[in-house]
């Protein structure tokens, strides 16, 4: 497999997003995909939107940062290095959903790069790495510059490999996902058995 090299501004453009947690007058009602969102989920999915925080945004906000589908959002900000640069892949387009402040949001040429792939590759120890040399800041708060990000490194095979990849690694994430649901519903005490017990025990 042929791979050839990028930087990520040569395939998408990056935006970094300043829409903070309020809720301001004259600003519109929308849900925020938070740092907390990316950092937990390999993909936002709309079957987690009811979880998105209430708050206000304006209309240009609205325009650049409402997440849809095959984009990428990532962690930008944090107080430790190793919590920055964690990338989440958008699977679904939603409706009234923005990218939240401390993350910043990639948008794929289609033509050129998939976003599945992009995922799985900015969790590989390369670009952790990258991330790790590249944030300034202090012992209170690292940050990613929007020239690191759009310096980043890519290594790119042909789009059709890019998506079979990015497929294998959306299963994989899937399998883990169902196997952590169960194993939470299994450590999880059954109530009204319990009750059912002490009751018959009385």
Known sequence: MELKRYKLSDVAKVEISSVDKKTKDGETQVRLCNFTDVYHNWAITSNIADTFMEASANSNEIEKFTIKKGQVAFTKDSETRDDIGIPTYIADDFDGVILGYHCALITPDE??????????????????????LNATGSGMRYTLSLDTLENMPLLLPLLEEQKHIGEIFSSLDKKISINRAINQNLATPDRSSEAAGVRRVA
Do not use: D, V
């Open 111 to 132: 033509t050129k790069l998939c976003g599945k792939y992009l995922n799985a590759f900015m969790h590989s120890a390369y670009i952790q790495r990258y991330f790790e």
